[in-house]
């Protein structure tokens, strides 16, 4: 399947997601919910699928009395592959369509390499990369099946293209593997006309990583924004700095792009 020339479309169109069906893995907050509400703007029907059905469906009522779209919520495990066959097979059946899989849900703790257990780095890896395997493949079997394409997008992060800190080896390589399955499953899906993309914000406020922060003040281990983020670009990001990169990377905006990793990092790894 060849993608189309979009040359003479006019930009709004461009930008336009009219008519499209998305999931937003770990919607409820954060970066999640910033995604999820630039693709409801850009007039996508939006499911958020997170661990938290409470925060997801106040998050999907609030998206869909700002925008009037179509936004539902349900409770989605993306460690747990039958809850990402449900979410999946939900989106069809209340939109019609699945155009776009956002595989943004994650895990950030802070354990020293030498106490991390089998058990904790097991459970990173089961959330933060089998989880973007296991959805992206049901993602993209349903769009190979209605025909029409679609676009995959994973949120890595920085810490998928360097070491960080002390304290987040189990983080650093699921994100490392992120990157790389996004560039393999761009090449195994792109005859299907399924494009992906991966997303590598550098720090943004978020209430998961404030409360990452709080903790490790707590117990002396760190806890503070580093300097350097703030000075680059003049301040720390925000979650809609992410929102945006992602809604471009599901528009055709970026037809032409598959299998990179865009960095939304304000220069930290250049
Ligand atoms: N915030 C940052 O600075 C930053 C930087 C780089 C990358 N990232 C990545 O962005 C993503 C979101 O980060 P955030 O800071 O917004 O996180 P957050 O903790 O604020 O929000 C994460 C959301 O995911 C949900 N979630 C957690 N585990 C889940 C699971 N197993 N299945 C479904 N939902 C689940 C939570 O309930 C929550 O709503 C993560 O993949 C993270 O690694 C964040």
Redesign the pocket.
Known sequence: MSIADFTNTPLADLVSLKGRGAVV??G?????FAMASRLVEAGASVLI????LE?ATAAAQSLSERFGNKVSATR????DTATVIEAADHAIAKYGALDIWVN?????PNTPLLDTTDEAWDRVMD??LR?VFASSREAARRMISANHGGVIIN?V??AGFRGVAPGVAAYVASKHGVRGLTRQMAIELAPHGIRVLGVA????T????MAALAAMAERNVGGEIPATLESRLGRVGVPDDIGRVVLFCASDMSAFMTGSTLLADAGEVS
């Open positions: 893995t770990g409820a907050q954060g970066l999640g699928g997170d661990l938290n925060l989605l495990d993306v460690a943004n849900a994650g895990v950030y959330i933060n989880g949120v992060s920085t914000p550098t720090f943004c978020t209430e998961g990583n």
